[in-house]
């Protein structure tokens, strides 16, 4: 019988056996020099300790910062007697840091080079970055108010015969977006052109139609800052680049995928400003705001936020970190991906190329004695499993989960196999929420409240304590139109949101396989506003309309 040997396994075998080799090496030289030994494949790469030494510099002296405290940094070597690796160490010993050094294998050091991407400065180096002045941004800015305005300066730019009109038309798109507070912008090939939207408050907005030969040398231009393939057409591709204004650097992240009349593309603005949201201005009702601060606060316990995609729970998780962090709090987050850096806290991004999952990263996180740490999202049973029994052993743990209610969280999480006993020593808060848009407050205008529209207020707020609003005097708001809201009639965002707390009642019927009807019933002593009241409750103070708020979260309980 002719033997057949699978090289592919062959070589999967000795690559392993070469990693196990290495790391005994690594190991036993350790221990004779006395330096301690670190593995950096489980262990969160802080990319502020990261960007201590320049990529370049870091992958010659074969180093890599991996945490930060203060001016206290930790940094692993393969090789610490390497003339290079000495000269780095010295340079941060001359800029007053503290070195704590460790050795470690080279596959630790690549996962930690790995995370070169996510900072500016190897961005600038492997994926272009994009820099516009800052007295440039506010120039254009004063020109491009509205939609109407972007288009205008797109279409001279596309009559324009320059050869710098390419770079100016992706410069003007991203001003644009950022005058206007836009999220997205979307480029879509159709049979006859390039159809351009730009995404505001929530809504796609038709911008431009480009012709499809401009758009083959936009997409080129797009796809050299962002680090991808030119030349790869029939692959989906995933980058990112950064625009520098004035000193605050914003990340734009591109998805390009195939599509039947060409490459569709879409730009993510991930700017901070619109990230960071105080608490207060979240939009929580007062009595589920004071919920909110006082659990918290507590040592211990889950807070679980929940809605769709884009519904803002990042943003809130985000609040409650910010809420939270003193110098005596240690906070750990797993994200995919970090949206907004924070100040004090160690952040962590997901790679499913390197195994870094939420599951991974929560097992680690748990490792580097956290009081509190969040999680972007519980997606499956281990995950759900660890966070909860992580809850239960000292640490508040804050994450996401996508349901359509608060009601909604339990049966969410037994269908992930989570235990209910578990789940009611374990979760003190559960959250749900939708993002409206706030009427403009240059152009919105008041108005009677229609006896249809009467009807429906008084259906979903009754019950409601005669103080919370009188609908009978109440009155409605219309959206109108201006130059400051690019005659959309609204202008920002605001969250409409409803609460679960643990108490006897929900924790005696999470034992019993409820459902959200039940949950629902059984919370509504509790005296928390639904969603739809909480809408209600925002249109009839001229926050934003009965038709958005029907839009976003209905009227039926």
């Not at 005669?466 to 130059?483: I, N």
Request: hydrophobic residues 40%; glycine residues 8%; contains cysteine.
């Amino acid at each position: 019988m002719p033997i057949t040997f699978d090289e592919e396994k062959q070589e999967e075998q000795l690559t392993d056996l070469h990693e196990r080799e290495e790391r005994a090496l690594v190991q036993t030289q350790a221990e004779k020099a006395g330096i301690p030994y670190i593995d950096l494949i489980p262990t969160p790469i802080e990319l502020d300790a990261l960007r201590l030494v320049p990529e370049a510099e870091a992958r010659a002296a074969q180093v890599a910062g991996f945490a930060l405290n203060g001016k206290k940094v930790s940094v692993a070597a393969f090789s610490p007697e390497k003339a290079e690796a000495k000269a780095a160490l010295k340079k941060l010993a001359g800029a007053g840091y503290e070195v704590s050094l460790f050795m470690t294998e080279r596959k630790g050091l690549e996962k930690a080079w790995g995370r070169y991407k996510d900072l500016s400065f190897s961005r600038e180096e492997s994926a272009g970055s994009i820099s516009i002045a800052s007295d440039e941004v506010s120039a254009q800015a004063k020109n491009l108010k509205t939609i109407a305005d972007i288009a205008n300066v797109l279409r001279s730019e596309l009559a324009s015969k320059q050869s710098s009109r390419v770079s100016r038309i992706v410069e003007t798109l991203l001003a644009g977006a950022l005058a206007t507070d836009a999220s997205d912008i979307h480029f879509e090939p159709e049979s006859a052109s390039v159809r351009v939207r730009v995404r505001l408050d929530g809504m796609l907005n038709d911008l431009i139609a480009i012709p499809t030969d401009s758009f083959q040398f936009i997409l080129s231009r797009i796809k050299l800052v962002s680090g991808l393939k030119l030349n790869v057409r029939d692959e989906a591709q995933d980058g990112r680049f950064s625009v520098k204004v004035g000193g605050t650097e914003i990340e734009i992240r591109t998805s390009v995928i195939p599509g039947s009349y060409g490459e569709s593309v879409v730009l993510r603005v991930l700017n901070p400003a619109t990230i960071a949201v105080p608490m207060e201005e979240l939009g929580m009702h007062q009595k589920l705001r004071a919920l909110v601060e006082k659990e918290i606060k507590k040592p211990n316990g889950m807070i679980l936020t929940t809605g769709p995609t884009g519904s803002g729970k990042t943003t809130t998780l985000y609040a409650f970190l910010r809420k939270i962090y003193t110098p005596g709090v240690k906070v750990i987050t797993i994200e995919d991906p970090i949206e907004y850096h924070l100040q004090g806290i160690v952040q962590t991004q997901v790679n499913t190329e390197e195994k870094y999952t939420f599951l991974e990263g929560l097992r680690s996180a748990l490792r580097q004695d956290p009081d509190v740490i969040m999680v972007g999202e519980i997606r499956d049973s281990e995950t759900a499993g660890v966070a909860l029994n992580a809850s239960l052993t000292g640490h508040m743990v804050f994450s996401t989960l996508h349901t359509n209610n608060a009601a909604g969280t339990f049966p969410r999480l037994i269908d992930l196999g989570a235990d209910s006993k578990v789940m009611s020593s374990a979760i003190t808060l559960a959250l749900a929420q939708r993002l409206v848009r706030k009427l403009c407050p240059a152009c919105k205008k008041e108005a009677v409240l229609t006896a249809d529209e009467k009807k429906r207020v008084e259906s979903v707020l009754a019950g409601l304590p005669s103080e919370e609003v009188a609908p009978q005097t109440a009155k409605a708001w219309k959206p109108v139109g201006c130059d400051k809201c690019s005659q959309t009639g609204y202008k920002g965002r605001v969250g409409v949101f409803e609460g679960i707390a643990m108490d006897s009642a929900i924790e005696k019927i999470i034992r019993e396989n409820p459902s959200e009807r039940e949950i629902r019933a059984a919370g509504k002593p509790q005296g928390i506003l639904t969603m739809p009241q909480d809408g209600v409750l925002k249109a009839l103070a001229g926050i934003t309309t009965l038709e958005e708020v029907e839009r976003v979260v209905g009227f039926s309980e």
